[in-house]
Every structure is written in structure tokens, then in C-alpha cells.
């Protein structure tokens, strides 16, 4: 298995909605990444994993949180979001050390 | 801080020509690798090919390949017999050998292949 999966492909939710993003690879890699991207933009750090530990946090806010249950699965649950969170959300996965990322397909998420 | 420029916003070529994409980057690392990501418009990042700074040799993968200039740091990303399915926007990307596992993404070049 190569590849990274997202669930769900596409999310609209209110300002006061609870939801959740889920990532999954069975790569064996130890770093995951959760990655936001708006149109004609390239993609911005959020979070980084690594070993199931959350080792960067690029200053998100907190209605933002990001959880690693196991090294094989990456969430991000989403809480109070403003509409200007609409975006899309990437989750991508690497070995360890130095070694490229490999990207899921991303969850478009809308926010009323 | 390291910074990876695309001078080109938007480029378009003919089918079954080639086209090359520039990008400049700006470290005072000495290991690195570069990277070129493709993302059409199914917004799927797919990675294209991988440079490691400390290779001579240029990276090649089938119709794609790099012109990697250490010195000049410059990555450039030549496509050739352009394919209707090579449009889609085209990020140089950095990342430091050690580092915090980061990638310094370019702005991007959207390209569009024309029958």
C-alpha cells in the first residue's frame, strides 16, 4: 500500500458545527503532516507528527486540533471554524528523516 | 530563512513540445534536497522527481527531468513531449538534510498543455 487516504473528500459545516478530518497511510512511515491550501496557493504547514508526537504546531489556532492515535492514522478536529478556514486540507506522510512527503487528495472543506 | 522563487506564474506549451520551468532557491545549507510536486486539477499533490544536493547527477524520471545548478541555485524542470494530462500547477519545493522535516514550497507555475 503506497498512497495516503483522506475521509471525507468534501466537508461544509457551520461556525458552531464539531467535525473531524481523518488521515490514514500504511507505509510504515513515522511523520505525518496536516497541510492547509488555498486556491492558487501552495500548501502551509500546520502540524507535524513524528513518532506519534506532535513536534511542530506552525502557530495554528486552536480551533484546530490535531490528533495522532496510532502512527499508521492522523485526525483534525475542527471546532468554531470561520469562513475564512475554507479551504483545502492536506495530509501527507514521510519516513522518519529526510526522505519526501507523500500526499493524500486532500478534504475540501467549506465553512457557512 | 529559505526561499524557493518561480519566476512564472503561468506557462503554456503545445502538445508533444517541451517546456522547462524555472525555480531559484536561496540557503546557506549545504544539504538539501529539491523537489518538483505536480498538482492537477483534482487537487492531488503528486510528487514529479527529487534532487539530493550532494548528487552531480541530474534527476531524470521519464519525460521529466531537472537541471540542477548548485552554485547558481537554480532547479529548473524541463517536460518533454508534453502531454495533455501535464496540466496542473507545478511547485519547486526545499528541504533541509537534518532538518525540521519542513518543505519550503515555491509560489508555483500553472501550466497548460494545448492540443
Known amino acids: 500500500d503506497t498512497e495516503v487516504t483522506q475521509t471525507p473528500k468534501h466537508l461544509v459545516m457551520g461556525m458552531t458545527n464539531k467535525k473531524s478530518l481523518k488521515c490514514e497511510q500504511h507505509m510504515g512511515h513515522r511523520a505525518m503532516y496536516w497541510y492547509k491550501q488555498k486556491a492558487k496557493k501552495p500548501p502551509e504547514l500546520m502540524f507535524v507528527y513524528s513518532y506519534e508526537k506532535l513536534s511542530i504546531n506552525e502557530s495554528v489556532p486552536s480551533r484546530f486540533s490535531p490528533e495522532c492515535p496510532n502512527s499508521s492514522l492522523l485526525n483534525l478536529h475542527l471546532h468554531a471554524l470561520q469562513p475564512e478556514d475554507s479551504a483545502l486540507y492536506l495530509c501527507a506522510s514521510s519516513l522518519v528523516q529526510y526522505n519526501e512527503q507523500f500526499f493524500g487528495p486532500g478534504t475540501r472543506l467549506t465553512v457557512l | 530563512a529559505q526561499t524557493v522563487t518561480q519566476s512564472q506564474p503561468e506557462m503554456s506549451v503545445q502538445e508533444a513540445e517541451t517546456v522547462t520551468l524555472s525555480c531559484t532557491y536561496d540557503?546557506?545549507?549545504?544539504?538539501?534536497?529539491l523537489f518538483w510536486y505536480k498538482q492537477p486539477p483534482s487537487r492531488q499533490m503528486i510528487l514529479v522527481i527529487r534532487?539530493?544536493?550532494?548528487?552531480?547527477q541530474n534527476a531524470t524520471e521519464n519525460r521529466f527531468s531537472v537541471n540542477f545548478q548548485k552554485a547558481a541555485k537554480s532547479f529548473s524542470l524541463k517536460i518533454s513531449d508534453s502531454q495533455l494530462g501535464d496540466t496542473a500547477m507545478y511547485f519547486c519545493a526545499f528541504m533541509i538534510l537534518g532538518g525540521s522535516e519542513k518543505l519550503v514550497f515555491g509560489k508555483g507555475t500553472k501550466l497548460t498543455v494545448n492540443p
Open positions: 534532487q539530493e544536493a550532494y548528487k552531480q
Open positions: 540557503t546557506s545549507e549545504s544539504n538539501y534536497y
